[in-house]
Structure formats: C-alpha cells, structure tokens
C-alpha cells in the first residue's frame, strides 16, 4: 500500500509537465491542420510552433490555476500552490536536501 502511495504521488507531481507537454501536442495538431489551408512551407511551421507554444502556456497557466484553486486536488497530490510537492519543502527545513554549494568546498 506504501509503494501505490508513493506512485500515485509521484505521477500527481509530473501531471504539471504533463499537462504542458499535451496541451503543446494538441497545439501543435491544432496549427499542423491550419497549415494545411496554405501552401507555403514557412507559414505552416510557424502555425505549428506558435500552436503548440501558446496551447503550452495556455495549459500550464490553467493548470497552475487549478492548483491554486483547489486545496482538495494540492493535498490529494501532496504539492503547493505552484506545483512544488511539500516533501521537496519538508526536507529543505529539516536539512535532508544536499547544500549546493557542500561539494565545492575544499577537505581540510
């Protein structure tokens, strides 16, 4: 039960970059099938890129929205209001997360 816990968990913190990366797919369908009403290579590449980044950024700002508005959805996936799961916070206070700059430093 542990493990499928610690799955689901983990799947709920990569549904922020999944949801960027399919709302990008379905941009860039979505400006392939403008493309098609031109004849110009050019201006359809640009109908594809410009598709699927603004749908990205579209997506990611709704999804982000979602979050900040649903306490319900932020706890059942164990993240904040921006996406960071808590344990990543949790650990930063209680100093289970490496110093960035630790391994620089010369042994005396």
Not at 67 to 93: D, F, K, M, N, Q
């Amino acid at each position: 039960m542990r493990l499928l816990r610690f799955l689901l968990r983990f799947v709920g913190w990569l549904l922020t970059p999944l949801v960027a990366w399919a709302a990008s797919f379905f941009g860039a369908w979505v400006g392939a099938q403008a493309a098609r009403l031109t004849d110009d290579s050019t201006v359809g590449l640009v109908l594809s890129l410009s598709g699927g980044a603004g749908f990205a950024v579209a997506g990611t700002l709704l999804w982000m929205r979602t979050l900040r508005h649903s306490p319900e959805l932020r706890e059942v996936l164990a993240v904040t209001e921006e996406g960071i799961p808590t344990v990543a916070i949790e650990g930063a206070g209680e100093g289970k997360l490496p110093d960035a700059g630790a391994h620089d430093a010369p042994e005396a």
